[in-house]
């Protein structure tokens, strides 16, 4: 199986790796590179199953085009069919293009927001600036560099 890694450890260029624990919090550009990556990507495959839905209306249907679109985007919207399916096999049809639809409105959020929740959850473990000994909190002391004088 090919590797799909390149040097920079980026998945084909697309993603970004993101930063660890112990690293310190990705740049706002990075932030909003990621988030543009990941809408982009949702856009796209919405798109794709809107295609695909107005594929399967126009087939088992009949519809036109236009009325395929309709449709297909009322189901992939979650507002349900127009009317009735008129065949048993537009029947099967429009319940499996349902179903898919209800997973892809999930995943395509989690897509969108896992940038955002990867941000917030990093900001709440960096490490604080303070140490805390006993009841008090002493700012921490950066190490002085040894100078010859």
């Given at each position: 199986m090919a590797d799909t890694k390149t040097k920079t450890g980026r998945w084909l260029g697309i993603f970004s790796p993101l930063e660890r624990r112990e690293e310190p919090l990705a740049p706002r550009w990075l932030f909003v590179r990621r988030l543009a990556i990941n809408v982009g990507i949702a856009l796209l495959v919405v798109l794709i199953s809107l295609f695909a839905g107005m594929l399967g209306y126009h087939h088992f249907e009949e519809l036109d085009w236009t009325e395929s679109f309709g449709h297909a985007a009322?189901?992939?919207?979650?507002?349900?069919?127009?009317?009735?399916?008129?065949?048993?096999s537009s029947e099967l049809f429009e319940g499996i293009y349902a179903l898919y639809s209800g997973l892809l409105l999930v995943g395509v959020t989690g897509l969108i927001l896992s940038p955002v929740f990867h941000r917030v959850m990093h900001q709440l473990h960096l490490p604080d600036d303070t140490e805390v000994e006993g009841d008090t909190a002493k700012p921490k002391l950066k190490p002085r560099s040894k100078t010859k004088a």
């Open positions: 009322m189901i992939l919207g979650g507002m349900g069919p127009y009317g009735p399916p008129k065949h048993e």
